[in-house]
């Protein structure tokens, strides 16, 4: 059997591998960190800050660059860095990037009392989409309204449908310290998963859905977006899935060393690296992608060595 959490027992989550592996994780360097790239994973590291921003933000550019009339094309991307946003506005107004064919799906949404959160809700990812790049794009370049795909609770059928008739070029993406991607949370220990967390290909059939949030993810965007205020953040939220992920042509996941600490930047990439995927480490599924990049802050990588404050 394996062992309890050690962060809250009534979850699944990484405390709960073989030792083996997380002492493997933990020993790497950022060379090794390099080293893992293989067909179908790639590990790319930037020097700066400035570089790492840009060339995230330039993989919007990119997608939409490829739509047209008769094939509409887009990106579905992430809160968690944020970033990049602002970037993405001035580089469609700089280069003039008409977006009238272009598409873009939020990964994610807050839950409240079994509804999405209003875009008034301080904490709304919609919000922070529109206020920190859509509306600071020219009007005459912008996106048709209908072009905007954020989850909603009634309709997450549709916006699950919309990634079979829209081409997804790139599903972009930050790490959480509980090592998802959007909110794809390890599950609870309950039910079918209380001696073991589900097999990979049942998670995997997972789609757009409403899930509970595991402690640490609500500790963490408390950290990052609330100024500690636990207590503002909600119990629940909309999340894209492994579904809609695996119909992206690309996945692309940025650690800055914001969201993430040392140690975890270093197991998901060593689990996909050595495909080694495990639904108690929801990044890890990606070693059954077809092309995955991991993306790297060269000063945000750190290192697992012991040094107390």
């Known amino acids: 059997m394996r062992p309890l959490s050690k962060i809250s027992p009534a979850w ?4 709960t591998l073989d030792q083996e592996i997380l ?6 360097s950022a060379d090794d960190l390099q080293g ?3 067909d179908g994973f790639t590990v790319k ?7 790492f921003y840009l ?28 970033e990049q946003l602002p970037l993405v506005a001035r580089l469609v107004n700089a280069l003039e990037l008409d977006l009238c064919h272009a598409h873009f799906w939020g ?4 839950v409240l009392d079994g509804r999405e959160t209003p875009e008034d809700f301080p904490l709304s990812f919609a919000r922070a989409d529109r ?9 005459d370049l912008q996106m048709p309204p209908e072009n905007l795909h954020f989850p909603k609770v009634d309709t997450r059928s549709d916006f699950s449908a919309s990634f079979d008739t829209i081409r997804c070029v790139l599903m972009q993406g930050g790490q959480g ?3 998802h991607w959007a909110f794809n949370d390890p599950p609870k220990r309950e039910g079918a998963s209380i001696d073991s967390p589900p097999a990979p290909e049942v998670y995997r059939q997972l789609a757009t859905r409403v899930v509970d949030l595991h402690p640490m993810t609500i500790i963490q965007n408390a950290r990052t977006s609330g100024g500690g205020v636990v207590t503002n953040v909600p119990l629940q939220a909309l999340t894209v899935g492994p579904v809609e992920t695996w119909k992206a042509e690309k996945v692309s996941i940025w650690h800055a060393g914001n969201h993430d600490n040392p140690f975890g930047q270093r197991l998901t990439a060593l689990m996909i690296s050595k495909r080694l995927p495990d639904s108690a480490v929801p990044m890890s599924l990606l070693a059954d992608h077809p092309n995955v990049q991991f993306n790297y802050y060269r000063g945000g990588i750190g290192s697992c060595d012991t040094e107390m404050h």
């Not at 002492?23 to 790497?28: E, G, H, K, Q, T």
């Not at 060339?55 to 009339?69: K, S």
């Not at 990964?107 to 807050?110: A, F, I, K, S, T």
């Open 12 to 15: 699944w989550d990484y405390t």
């Open 107 to 110: 990964m994610d949404e807050w």
């Open 131 to 139: 206020e920190l790049c859509f509306h600071r794009i020219r009007p």
């Open 45 to 51: 590291f930037y020097d700066t800050r400035e570089d």
């Open 36 to 38: 893992l790239s293989r």
């Open 177 to 179: 310290e509980v090592k």
């Open 55 to 82: 060339a995230e933000a330039l993989e919007y550019i990119d997608a939409w660059r490829q739509a047209t009339e008769e094939t509409p094309a887009g990106i579905c991307g992430p809160i968690g860095p944020t």
């Open 23 to 28: 002492n493997d994780a933990a020993r790497l």
